[in-house]
Each structure stands twice: as C-alpha cells, then as structure tokens.
C-alpha cells in the first residue's frame, strides 16, 4: 500500500512539473541603451540690435519705424533755389505807362523746414528762408535796361501736405498752401535814376508736390518743388524825388529744395 501511494505521488508530480515550467514568467533581459543628449536651444539673435541695446543715431534697428505717421516732428535742412518767373510786368513813369519788363534774378540758399504730422497722411510744414536778389528794367524805350537795386525776401510759407505711403520708405505727397512775403535790406542801384526804391509786403497761393525717403534710421531724403504765385508791388525814385518809376511784377517764384530731414 506504501509504495502504490509513493508511486502515485511520484506520477502525479512529473505530470505537474512541466505545465509549471511552461508558466512561469521568464526574467526579462536588461538592455543598456545609450539615449542621444539634447543640445540647449539656442537663442535667436537680431541681427539689427547692437551689442550696446542701443540704437546708434545712424542705424536702423529693430525697434526703428519704417516710414512717417501720426505724430512725427520733422527737422529738415536742404538747398534751395528760387526762381523768379516775372510772367508779367509793367512799368510806368511818372504815371504815364513805359514799356519794358522787370526781370530778377536766380538765386540758391540753404533753407530750414519744421513739419509734424497729425494724422498719417496729413501734414503741416513751414519753411524758413531768406534769398538775395537784383532786380532790373530790361527793354525800356530809350535806355535799354535799368538797373534798380537789389533785396533781400524772406518767404515764409506754411503748407498741408497729403502723403500717399505712410510707413513706407518712399513716401510721395502734394500739398496747397500759402506765402507772405517781405522785403527788406533793400539796396538801390544808386544810378541816377533809382537811388531810392521801396517793395510792398506780398502774398498769395502756393502749390507743392514732392517725397520723402528714408536713409537710414531717422534720417530721411527730400526733394520738393513748390510754385508760388505773388504780384509784387515796386517804386523807383531819384534823390530829388522828381522821376518815379513804378512796378507790377507777377513774380510767381517755382522753388526747389533737396536736402536731409530728421524724425523726432
């Protein structure tokens, strides 16, 4: 009986002992990987900031706007040159009409212009100036041409500028606005015949187109044609005051300046 148990026994565990084998979970395998190192991100540089972190007066940086707006304050210094037109003039003698013309001369100075911005596109501008000039009678019945003097004007016009291309590098623009104009240094020829002359304050219209570009940084390029349109009123006299020579010239000056401006 002892040894039908024992053998019993024995059976039953070499059935058992396989199916446990086959079940039992083998021990996974360590792997040793070796993983990539992640480079630190690098950080992004702009190549218009300087080193400083501070905009240098003559560069453009990041930080620069492109173009002119609403609120900008312009400084501009440019050559100008005045030409005088004289599209139509009379003399008179004593009161009795002469023939002949009154002709004056070209002249270029340098010229200071402020301009501010109120809205993007619209801008108010004065120019500051002042040019010499000789003024004469040319083709005057009997004498040819009569040197009268010379003067100096000073101009100011204010002018309402519309600008196309706000915030643009070229930024074109036409304007209307107005000139008085005064006289003064007076010179007379001292001839003869005009050793006293005397020219009335002026004024009227004037029309302008012209653009801005810009450089680099807050600087900018102008270019500006501007035509005024002014009768001028003038007298002649000689030193016992006995001859009067008395002038109407349409002056109507074309003005042309170039010249570099600055954004505040």
Same mark, same amino acid.
């Given at each position: 009986?002892?040894?039908?148990?024992?053998?019993?026994?024995?059976?039953?565990?070499?059935?058992?002992?396989?199916?446990?084998?086959?079940?039992?979970?083998?021990?996974?395998?360590?792997?040793?990987?070796?993983?990539?190192?992640?480079?630190?991100?690098?950080?992004?540089?702009?190549?218009?900031?300087?080193?400083?972190?501070?905009?240098?007066?003559?560069?453009?940086?990041?930080?620069?706007?492109?173009?002119?707006?609403?609120?900008?304050?312009?400084?501009?210094?440019?050559?100008?040159?005045?030409?005088?037109?004289?599209?139509?003039?009379?003399?008179?003698?004593?009161?009795?009409?002469?023939?002949?013309?009154?002709?004056?001369?070209?002249?270029?100075?340098?010229?200071?212009?402020?301009?501010?911005?109120?809205?993007?596109?619209?801008?108010?501008?004065?120019? #500051?100036?002042?040019?010499?000039?000789?003024?004469?009678?040319? @083709? %005057?019945? +009997?004498?040819?041409? !009569?040197? =009268? $003097?010379?003067?100096?004007?000073?101009?100011?016009?204010?002018?309402?500028?519309?600008?196309?291309?706000?915030?643009?590098?070229?930024?074109?623009?036409?304007?209307?606005?107005?000139?008085?104009?005064?006289?003064?240094?007076?010179?007379? #020829?001292?001839?003869?015949?005009?050793?006293?002359?005397?020219? @009335? %304050?002026? +004024?009227?219209?004037? !029309?302008? =187109? $012209?653009?801005?570009?810009?450089?680099?940084?807050?600087?900018?390029?102008?270019?500006?044609?501007?035509?005024?349109?002014?009768?001028?009123?003038?007298?002649?006299?000689?030193?016992?005051?006995?001859?009067?020579?008395?002038?109407?010239?349409?002056?109507?000056?074309?003005?042309?300046?170039?010249?570099?401006?600055?954004?505040?």
């Amino acid at each position: 009986m002892k040894f039908n148990a024992f053998a019993l026994a024995a059976a039953v565990g070499a059935v058992a002992t396989p199916a446990f084998a086959q079940t039992a979970p083998a021990a996974a395998p360590q792997v040793m990987v070796s993983a990539p190192m992640t480079a630190a991100p690098v950080p992004s540089v702009n190549i218009h900031a300087p080193a400083s972190g501070r905009c240098g007066l003559f560069q453009t940086c990041a930080n620069t706007r492109i173009g002119l707006g609403k609120g900008d304050f312009i400084v501009r210094l440019s050559a100008l040159g005045v030409l005088p037109e004289d599209r139509d003039s009379s003399l008179s003698l004593n009161g009795a009409h002469l023939g002949g013309r009154v002709k004056t001369t070209r002249q270029v100075m340098p010229e200071l212009t402020f301009e501010y911005f109120f809205t993007d596109n619209l801008s108010v501008d004065l120019i #500051a100036a002042s040019t010499r000039h000789e003024i004469a009678a040319e @083709g %005057v019945p +009997g004498l040819g041409k !009569v040197d =009268v $003097g010379s003067a100096w004007v000073l101009p100011p016009t204010v002018t309402f500028a519309w600008h196309f291309r706000p915030h643009k590098r070229f930024n074109p623009y036409v304007g209307v606005g107005a000139t008085l104009a005064w006289f003064h240094n007076i010179s007379p #020829a001292n001839n003869g015949l005009t050793q006293k002359v005397n020219i @009335g %304050v002026t +004024g009227g219209p004037s !029309v302008n =187109v $012209g653009f801005d570009y810009q450089v680099v940084g807050n600087w900018f390029f102008n270019f500006d044609v501007k035509q005024m349109f002014m009768r001028v009123h003038a007298w002649a006299q000689d030193s016992a005051e006995t001859t009067k020579i008395t002038a109407h010239d349409s002056l109507d000056p074309t003005v042309v300046g170039a010249g570099i401006e600055y954004r505040f």
